[in-house]
């Protein structure tokens, strides 16, 4: 697990939030505090989707989805996209925890 690491070698420009590493996939969890986290989490998608060695998966973490400061357009894009999964702070964290360990274990297989 890391913070604010590059997500690949190959790519060093991309980082996230908090990195949680296995040996066939990473979740790059970025915290929906602002528009530019939530674009970034967006953008890691496109240019990961197609990572042969390790399957990287954003994860968006709003602190209370139908609050968030974020825009209301740019959610919609993080609600309609395949590839980025979201969780809700608003339901405690262990709810994000148990879907970070889902995921892991659901992409991986």
Known sequence: MGERESLSKEHKEYTADIIIRDAKIQAAVYAATNEVN?????????????????KTVPLVVFEDFMQSKVKAKTRRRVINSSGI????????????LAKIDQLLKARAA
């Open 38 to 54: 939530v674009l970034e989490a967006l953008l890691t998608e496109q240019v990961f989707k197609d990572e042969q060695h390790v």
């Open 85 to 96: 999964e979201i969780a809700d702070w608003a339901g405690g964290p262990d709810d994000v």
